[in-house]
Structure formats: structure tokens, C-alpha cells
């Protein structure tokens, strides 16, 4: 069977796409989708690209994962935050499925990819790379051949000075630099498959999700950034092959930024389903709390805090709710109404019995969302609203809050245990975001694949068991997503052949989370 390409356009959305390509203004993506088949991605919830790409990555949903935003929590207690890395991610990733098989793999820039793990072939890690790192390639010794290449932009989102935050920069200087980090990042593609050659190559691009956060509504500079990249993918195929299949993915879509605020915890407490301490200490953190969040809405102030910060606050503030007489609670993934039962057995003070008691409230609860309104615009808030088991499932379940709700674009929400106020209109100096936006992109053309038609019903996780199916090899049975079979030509070998699925190496799995967990540890 033929070689793969995947290029990762984070954040990409048909909704820009689809009229470009209709105005004849991105004539390789156009030409992809007029030879192929497209149609929406379905993302995780929450549709960001820490969970979103490890779904990708491993064909598996974050209840099995386990990774539910940017941080991870310790199972001993929430309080206790780490940035997420590829050291977090227990499952098998499909670049380590296709190694294991013998295959040669290259990967570039994938979120989550660092500290770089051993693959066949060559990998080059990409977002949530810290800006100090030194090693950030495997083999470490192939960031010789590639001097000039650039994960993002500048070391610690700074400017041309070394001090000048990227709020202050001019817009000039940001898509100058997101421009000059997609053509190295496009020729490093194009030197390294002519170099190693590999069966399986990836690579994504993040400029596409961080420009339109900074130039949402900006049709002009969005156009000039998105033809840059589809010059890029032509001349990123023009070296594939013709024997390979391509398939274009995004992370999850886009839209324009939330103007209206919704705080889950002021309106849990004014059901009466959460109590704060009214003692003198407790006071005080709300004061602070309070002080804090109007910092942080003005400023973006908690993105630049160091995980242990983060977690000191968020230990501080739950010192201040009376959990002997609080039901229910907001918890923080970013973007989505998060809600947790204040469970016996479960959380450290909790009062709610399982069983009936738990299902009745979590069924008010999501009754209540479903229906709530702002009082100023007479908008419904959420857009959906489940049962974490309606979304979950697998050995993280326990991590994922037990109420989830995918609030209307238009509201960000707030999971803060101390805001005043359940609405207020809300500004940020990014103009884009996406996450109400859960359907991103698949376009996907070839030698297996049917021309001219369309999809519906893909999912994020369907991608790696259809890679590999498309290889000729078996899909792990603990993967979630399903082969997209409906993509290939009747005639073709992938459609001809029948799913395979493969036993999982448990013993491989043991030993790499305790090297993980070593490496955690800082013992190796």
C-alpha cells in the first residue's frame, strides 16, 4: 500500500475555506476537495487542541486519555497541576503504532509531542514545547541539519527587542513572523522527506488557529496567511509521491470571540447549590479572588502563571467554600461548562449519596442549563448540554466532570468559585476562539480515495485506525475511533480489505509509563 501524508491546519474551518475555494483563491485545497472526498471533523469536548490533537494522536476519546485541557491533575488531588506532555500520554500514539510495525514515520510539529519519543524515523515536537528546551527533536543530533526552524513565534511570545509583549507588537510583525514561520517550517518538510523518506509524514501547522485568534473578522490578512499555507501543502505534495494518500485535518473549527461572560459557580450558588465560608479568612480570598479575576479579565494575567501558581490559587479559593452544604460546583476546562456533584465517597467533604440522589441532582442540574437564558439578550446560553458518560468513557472517566455543557458561541464561560455577577459582557484582545466551535476540517485525496464527494459524521478519532487501516496494518482494539471507510474507491485495496484489528501490547504499555513516570519524576 502507498505512503500517507497528514498536514494539520489547527483550527482550520470550512467556513473560511469553502468561499476561498469557491472563488478560485486557494487552488490546492480546491484541487484536493474536487479529487477527493471532504466534510466536518467532529472534535472532543473541550474543543481545544491539548485533548483534541492527543484524540487524534492515540484514536481515543479523553475519558480514556485522560487529558482534558492544557493542565493535568495529579489522582490524589486536584490541587496538584502540571502542564501536559507527551509524558502524560499512557496510550500508544499512531506514529508509535506504525514504528512498531516496521514502518518509518516523520512528524512535525504536533502538539504534545514534547519531550520527542523514540519513534522509526523522526519526530520534532511542536506546541507546548517549552521556549527553553534544547532537545526537542529525535534523534536529538537532527536539529543540526535544521538551524533555521522555529516552533513558534519567538521564544516566550516576544519581539524583535527580546522584551516587547506580543499585545504591544504591531499587527505587521505578527503575521510577518507567522509568515516567516510557516516557510521554514515548509522547507524543514520538504529537505526532511526527501532525507528520510518515510512511509508515514506528518506535519501541522499552528498559525492558522493563532492568526485568526489574534485577526478573526480580518478577511484580508486571514486570506493572505491561509494562501501561504495552501502554497505550502502543494509543494509539501509535490515531494510526496503520487502513490500516497493525503488527508488534511484540523483540530477543531473557529468562530469570532465571546462578548458575553457566564460564571458557572455565581449561578450554582444563587440555585443554592454552593455555599462560600462567610468567616474572616474566607473574606479575604474572595476580596483577593475578586481582585484577582478583574486583573486576570483585563489583563490574561493566569495564562503567564507557572503551574504551581495556578494550582496555589485554585487551593486558596476552594478553602472558601462551605462544602458540607455545597451540591455542586464549576470546575475549569476551558470553555465548556464544567460541573461537578459534590459526591460522598468521592470528593474529600462530599455530601451527596450515589445512587439516586447523585442522578436526581445531576439530572436538575442539566435541566437547568438546558434552559437557562440571559436575562439581557434572552439568548439560551448553552448549546448542548450531557452527561459526562453520554461523551466519556474509560479509565479517566473519574477525571471528567460529571455535567459538560457547550455554551452558545457568543458566552465565555467563567469557572471562578468567587465572581459576583452569573452574566456580564466580556472583551478579550483575542477577536477568534473556538471553544463552541467542535467541528473542524477533513479533506482527504489519493490513489484509495474517491473523487468529488463528500462525508459526514467523521470524527477527530477516526483518523488513526483509518491511517492505519489505509497502511495495511491492524487497528488496536482499544482505540475508539472507527475506519472511514465510506473515503476509499470500491476498486481500491483499502476498501477491498477487511478491517483488521490487533491485540494491545499491555507489557509494552507497562514498561512505557514507568519510564514515563521516571522521567516524571526526574529519577531518569
Known amino acids: ?48 487542541s491539548g485533548p483534541a490533537w492527543v484524540s487524534f494522536m492515540t484514536g481515543k476519546n479523553p475519558g480514556k486519555h485522560g487529558i482534558l485541557g492544557f493542565m493535568t491533575y495529579a489522582d490524589q488531588g486536584e490541587e496538584q497541576a502540571e502542564l501536559i506532555s ?98 521554514r517550517r515548509t522547507a524543514a518538510a520538504v529537505q526532511l522527506m526527501s532525507q528520510w523518506n518515510p512511509d508515514f509524514f506528518m506535519v501541522v501547522f499552528k498559525g492558522t488557529d493563532e ?82 479575576w478583574d486583573l486576570n479579565r483585563r489583563t490574561r494575567l493566569r495564562k503567564r502563571l507557572p503551574a504551581g501558581r495556578v494550582a496555589a490559587v485554585r487551593k486558596a479559593v476552594r478553602q472558601g467554600l462551605a462544602w458540607k452544604k455545597t451540591k455542586a460546583y464549576g470546575r475549569t476546562p476551558l470553555g465548556i461548562v464544567a460541573v461537578n456533584i459534590n459526591l460522598r465517597g468521592r470528593e474529600p467533604q462530599g455530601i451527596v449519596e450515589p445512587g439516586q ?78 471553544y463552541a466551535q467542535v467541528n473542524g476540517i477533513l479533506i482527504a485525496s489519493g490513489p484509495d480515495i474517491k473523487p468529488g464527494d463528500k462525508i459526514e459524521g467523521a470524527r477527530l478519532i477516526d483518523i488513526a485506525p483509518t491511517v492505519l487501516h489505509m497502511m495495511g496494518l491492524p487497528v488496536p482494539q482499544d482505540m475508539d475511533g472507527r475506519v472511514l471507510d465510506e473515503l476509499f474507491k470500491e476498486e481500491s485495496e483499502p476498501a477491498q480489505k477487511a478491517v483488521e484489528y490487533g491485540e494491545v501490547n499491555h507489557e509494552r504499555k507497562r514498561v512505557r509509563d514507568r519510564v514515563a513516570r521516571l522521567k516524571i519524576s526526574g529519577e531518569i
Not at 500517507?4 to 478560485?24: K, N, Q
Open 86 to 183: 507527551s509524558l502524560r500520554v499512557k496510550d500508544e500514539t499512531l506514529w508509535q503504532v506504525l514504528s512498531s510495525h516496521g514502518k518509518r514515520v516523520g512528524v512535525m510539529n504536533v502538539p504534545v509531542t514534547y519531550p520527542p519519543q523514540k519513534v522509526n524515523g523522526f519526530l520534532i515536537s511542536g506546541f507546548m514545547t517549552p521556549p527553553s528546551a534544547t532537545v526537542f527533536t529525535y534523534p536529538e543530533e537532527l536539529k543540526q541539519s535544521i538551524p533555521d526552524y522555529r516552533i513558534g513565534i519567538r521564544q516566550g511570545w516576544q519581539g524583535e527587542d527580546g522584551r516587547a509583549s506580543i499585545r504591544k507588537l504591531k499587527d505587521e510583525l505578527i503575521v510577518r513572523e507567522y509568515h516567516d514561520i510557516a516557510e
Open 1 to 48: 500500500m502507498g505512503k500517507v501524508i497528514i498536514i494539520g491546519l489547527d483550527g482550520a474551518t470550512f467556513d473560511l475555506i469553502t468561499p476561498w475555494v469557491d472563488e478560485g483563491k486557494l487552488p490546492c485545497l480546491g484541487s484536493l476537495m474536487k479529487n477527493g472526498v471532504w466534510g466536518k471533523l467532529r472534535s472532543v469536548i473541550p474543543s481545544m
Open 357 to 434: 440522589e447523585f442522578e436526581e441532582l445531576r439530572e436538575e442540574v442539566i435541566k437547568r442549563l438546558r434552559s437557562l437564558k440571559d436575562p439581557q439578550t434572552g439568548e439560551r446560553v448553552m448549546a448542548e448540554v450531557y452527561r459526562n458518560n453520554e461523551m466519556y468513557w474509560g479509565p479517566n472517566l473519574n477525571k471528567v466532570p460529571d455535567i459538560i455543557g457547550i455554551p452558545n458561541p457568543r458566552y465565555y464561560v467563567d469557572a471562578s468559585l468567587f465572581t459576583r455577577s452569573i452574566f456580564a459582557d466580556w472583551s478579550s484582545r483575542q477577536r477568534g476562539q473556538h
Open 211 to 292: 492568526m485568526q485568534h489574534f485577526f478573526w473578522g480580518r478577511e484580508d490578512i486571514l486570506l493572505e496567511y491561509y494562501r501561504k499555507i495552501d502554497k505550502s501543502i502543494d509543494r509539501i505534495l509535490a515531494h510526496s509521491g503520487k502513490d500516497s494518500n493525503v488527508v488534511i485535518i484540523s483540530d477543531h473549527g473557529f468562530g469570532p470571540a465571546t462578548t458575553r461572560l457566564f460564571s458557572t459557580n455565581a449561578w450554582l450558588k444563587q440555585a443554592g447549590l454552593l455555599k462560600s465560608k462567610r468567616d474572616l479568612k474566607s473574606s479575604l480570598i474572595r476580596t483577593a479572588s475578586h481582585l484577582a
